[in-house]
């Protein structure tokens, strides 16, 4: 069984920064893609940025230059920097993987329980 915990939202004033953790654990054998998704009161749940195994990271285009998406691989950890955050970005944030565990030995996708992040003054 694997997990993805969330760690480090909260509370920042417009302009702020905050940095998220995920952190995926249990009978992991490989991991092809973490991402960060948000999802806003009353909106549908978006790609915030993903980082594929090898590849090159992808950003929506409303946090280019903003957030950073960076990985720990011999941690299984995911990271979301956020600077210069805006009250749009105000939402609850989850953590996703594409992950192969050594039971099902097949990827699958799985999804944190997310954690809020109020940008407000």
């Known amino acids: 069984q694997v997990q993805l915990v969330e760690s480090g939202g909260g509370l920042v004033q417009p302009g702020g920064s905050l940095r998220l953790s995920c952190a995926a654990s249990g009978t992991i054998f490989s991991i092809y893609v973490m991402a960060w998704y948000r999802q806003a009161p009353g909106k549908q749940r978006e790609l915030v940025a993903s980082?594929?195994?090898?590849?090159?990271?992808v950003y929506a285009d409303s946090v280019k230059g903003r957030f950073t998406i960076s990985r720990d691989v011999s941690k299984n950890m995911v990271y979301l920097q956020m600077d210069s955050l805006k009250p749009e970005d105000t939402a609850v944030y989850f953590c996703?993987?594409?992950?192969?565990?050594?039971?099902?030995?097949?990827?699958?996708?799985?999804w944190g329980q997310g954690t809020q992040v109020t940008v407000s003054s």
């Open positions: 996703n993987g594409v992950l192969v565990t050594k039971i099902l030995m097949a990827p699958s996708v799985y």
């Open positions: 980082i594929p195994s090898g590849g090159s990271t």
